[in-house]
């Protein structure tokens, strides 16, 4: 059993994930869930109004990522880190994010990321 952590610090789930892998060494796994639109229910997809029951369409597994315990919290893997970037659109055509929502998501991620290599190439 892990120890409980103080979810009010603000960076709580890296330092929890940090006393994980690398401290407690223990490995870690997170599971992707995906809710499938069902065409013969009301299911918009641009009003996020309208709950999508999961007794209408249940959570389904579409990803594990298995994290072996390691040592990940060093300068030389966080100056990695923060001259990457990631966001849904690098995946499959057919897996990216749609709608209005997602759409404005997207700049976001975007600028952000722009943002943040300018910000470490001036560093």
Request: contains cysteine.
């Amino acid at each position: 059993m892990l120890p409980k952590q103080n979810q009010n610090l603000p960076n709580f789930l890296r330092n929890a994930l940090n006393q994980q892998l690398s401290t407690d060494r223990v490995p870690a796994c997170f599971v992707l869930q995906i809710q499938r639109q069902d065409a013969n229910k009301y299911m918009p997809i641009e009003d996020t109004s309208v709950e999508w029951r999961e007794s209408d369409t249940p959570f389904e597994t579409v990803a594990r990522i298995n994290v072996p315990a390691q040592d990940f919290d060093t300068p030389a893997l966080n100056l990695q880190c923060d001259n990457q970037s990631f966001n849904p659109w690098f995946g499959l055509e057919a897996h990216r994010p749609i709608g209005g929502i997602n759409r404005l998501r997207k700049a976001v991620y975007e600028a952000v990321s722009d943002y943040r290599h300018s910000r470490n190439a001036e560093q």
